[in-house]
């Protein structure tokens, strides 16, 4: 023990380094031995074990061990040499000596168990004696205690408690919000409703307060006008929902068309690149390049080329999709339009059906407001009251008014349903027609199958000819003038350059092999020297004449 630094000397001291401080030091490696050394205290002197021996056996460690065991004790050790001993592990709690020399310390935190288990091994001589009561080869190990396993299991509830808070607040805060709640049914809630319903702003909330009033129940006879109102007013909304859809519906047709005059330009530009490419890699120019700006272009040259053809393709399904739709829309026509035309009677009768539907409904709210108002009156015996008679006054003229409606409704109706009837005659006449067309062309059919027999050998003079279709007859005629005017031939690119300014779909693949076929009129010659060699293909049409 060295006054000097409070502490034994073969004790490392505590420093925030220790486990159980915060901060946990790096483990030592298995193969590294650890050099004890001997340690002085007041009253005995610790010796430490063989280095060559293996460490000290000990059982596994209980969760939150705080106590030891410790045996091995000199028979004269007392407990004064027992705390004087391991007090510089920690703080001691309690001490529990046996007689049969051992006992067991508790400490006030785990890590200084630690500490504790570092002198298990070490022999204990008391002060300078040599007898064998006065000596001893101590054994630190982890004990049980029912203290440490209560502490350790209340500290976890703890931890368990906490960790459960900490995400039933996670869990609020992530949880929506719940939506306000709906008042109750009155008249004043009711008129606010109803302003709040011819807001546009207003109407989603103002519809959900409908909603929950209807579903619970709140609809009588007495409240019946109010509900209709509100209901009315929300079907008002429809038309405005629909010109809203109709507005972002040209707002996308709009989009459309700027998307694709947008992409023809950059279509446009492609071809002006695709075409300085060519133009550079004329001979005139081409000679004058080196190599390695020879193949930059030529890469370049292929690469817009791909770039040119996928927007190009794109283009062409986008105006294909717009043509197909077109003709769709052509064919249907003539078939859709009496369809139409019936389906919108139908709907204007069903129309006057749910209008005449609820003209009675609201005749029916009258009647019974009536005769709330009579009971009211006779209730009351005030029949002289002249606001009641104007409002009675008013009713009736009201419901003069509703009769006649319903009488206009009713007419309408009735004119309606004989529309529809002579629409259904006519459509059965069109079904016929029909039914007589289809006959003919399946006489038709059967006439063009007796007479394929005769045009067999025709269809086969036709196909073994070079020129299969009359487009590949107008390149051949293209082809021809454009040779002419060049007398010494020109290279298949060129060629091809001046056909797609005419079409953009033309391949020069299928070009080229189409005058392979035409060998009379069209002949291939090597021109140039050495690194100038080109093939060129010249019109020979006048000399292949004289042959064929």
């Known amino acids: 023990?060295?006054?000097?630094?409070?502490?034994?000397?073969?004790?490392p001291p505590i420093t925030p380094m220790m486990?159980?401080?915060?901060?946990?030091?790096?483990?030592?490696?298995?193969?590294?031995?650890?050099?004890?050394?001997?340690?002085?205290?007041?009253?005995?002197?610790?010796?430490p074990p063989n280095p060559n021996l293996p460490p000290p056996a000990t059982r596994e460690r209980p969760p939150g061990c705080k106590t030891v065991f410790v045996g091995g004790l000199p028979e004269n050790g007392t407990e004064q040499i027992i705390v004087e001993v391991f007090e510089q592990c920690g703080e001691i709690i309690a001490i529990r000596k046996s007689k049969k020399n051992f006992?067991?310390?508790?400490?006030?935190?785990?890590?200084?168990?630690?500490?504790?288990?570092?002198?298990?091994?070490?022999?204990?001589?008391?002060?300078?004696?040599?007898?064998?009561?006065?000596?001893?080869?101590?054994?630190?190990?982890?004990?049980?205690?029912?203290?440490d396993l209560y502490e350790w299991e209340c500290k976890q509830r703890m931890l368990?408690?906490?960790?459960?808070?900490?995400?039933?607040?996670?869990?609020?805060?992530?949880?929506?919000?719940?939506?306000?709640?709906?008042?109750?049914?009155?008249?004043?809630?009711?008129?606010?409703?109803?302003?709040?319903?011819?807001?546009?702003?207003?109407?989603?909330?103002?519809?959900?307060?409908?909603?929950?009033?209807?579903e619970r129940g709140e609809v009588n006879r007495r409240s019946a006008n109010n509900f209709y109102s509100m209901i009315q007013s929300a079907n008002s909304h429809v038309r405005r929902l629909v010109n809203e859809k109709a507005a972002h519906?040209?707002?996308?047709?709009?989009?459309?068309?700027?998307?694709?005059?947008?992409?023809s330009g950059i279509l446009i530009q492609f071809e002006q690149i695709v075409a300085v490419y060519h133009s550079a890699s004329k001979q005139k120019a081409w000679d004058h390049f080196t190599k390695a700006q020879?193949?930059?272009?030529?890469?370049?040259?292929?690469?817009?080329?791909?770039?040119?053809?996928?927007h190009n393709d794109e283009l062409m399904g986008i105006r294909r999709e717009e043509e197909m739709e077109m003709s769709d829309d052509e064919i249907e026509e003539t078939t859709e339009t009496k369809e139409t035309e019936e389906s919108a009677l139908v709907s204007q009768a069903e129309a006057l059906k749910e209008e005449n539907d609820s003209l009675r409904w609201q005749l029916d709210a009258y009647r019974n407001e009536v005769e709330l108002l009579k009971q009211e009156q006779g209730k009351a015996h005030r029949e002289?009251?002249?606001?009641?008679?104007?409002?009675?006054?008013?009713?009736?003229?009201?419901?003069?008014?509703?009769?006649?409606?319903?009488?206009?409704?009713?007419?309408?109706?009735?004119?309606?349903?004989?529309?529809?009837?002579?629409?259904?005659?006519?459509?059965?006449?069109?079904?016929?027609?029909?039914e007589n067309l289809k006959e003919k062309e399946s006489c038709a059919s059967r006439l063009c199958a007796s007479n394929q027999d005769s045009e067999y050998p025709l269809e086969k003079t036709m196909n073994s000819s070079p020129i299969k279709s009359e487009r590949e007859a107008l390149l051949?005629?293209?082809?021809?003038?454009?040779?002419?005017?060049?007398?010494?031939?020109?290279?298949?690119?060129?060629?091809?350059?001046?056909?797609?300014?005419l079409d953009n779909k033309i391949c020069t693949s299928d070009v080229e092999c189409l005058m392979g076929r035409l060998q009379h009129t069209f002949k291939q010659e090597m021109t140039g020297v050495g690194a100038s060699l080109e093939k060129r293909w010249k019109f020979c049409g006048f000399e292949g004449l004289k042959l064929t």
């Not at 193949?295 to 690469?303: A, M």
Request: glycine fraction near 4%; proline fraction near 6%; aromatic fraction near 6%.
């Open 384 to 434: 002289d009251d002249p606001n009641k008679e104007q409002q009675l006054k008013l009713l009736q003229q009201a419901l003069q008014g509703m009769q006649q409606h319903l009488l206009k409704v009713q007419e309408e109706y009735k004119k309606k349903e004989a529309e529809l009837e002579k629409l259904k005659d006519d459509k059965l006449q069109v079904e016929k027609m029909l």
């Open 103 to 147: 006992c067991h310390i508790r400490f006030a935190e785990e890590y200084m168990v630690d500490k504790a288990l570092y002198l298990s091994g070490y022999r204990i001589r008391l002060g300078s004696s040599t007898d064998k009561k006065d000596t001893g080869r101590l054994h630190v190990d982890f004990a049980q205690a029912r203290d």
């Open 249 to 263: 519906e040209k707002d996308m047709e709009e989009a459309k068309e700027k998307f694709k005059q947008a992409l």
């Open 476 to 501: 051949v005629g293209i082809i021809s003038t454009f040779l002419h005017v060049h007398p010494f031939g020109a290279s298949i690119e060129y060629i091809c350059s001046y056909l797609h300014r």
């Open 19 to 47: 486990p159980g401080l915060g901060i946990v030091p790096p483990p030592i490696p298995p193969d590294m031995p650890v050099v004890k050394e001997i340690i002085h205290c007041k009253s005995c002197t610790l010796f």
């Open 160 to 214: 368990a408690r906490e960790e459960r808070h900490r995400r039933r607040m996670e869990e609020e805060r992530l949880r929506p919000p719940s939506p306000p709640p709906v008042v109750h049914y009155s008249d004043h809630e009711c008129s606010i409703v109803a302003e709040k319903l011819k807001d546009d702003s207003k109407f989603s909330e103002a519809v959900q307060t409908l909603l929950t009033w209807i």
């Open 294 to 310: 020879r193949k930059n272009i030529s890469v370049w040259c292929k690469q817009a080329e791909e770039i040119r053809n996928i």
């Open 1 to 11: 023990f060295d006054p000097a630094l409070g502490m034994m000397t073969g004790i």
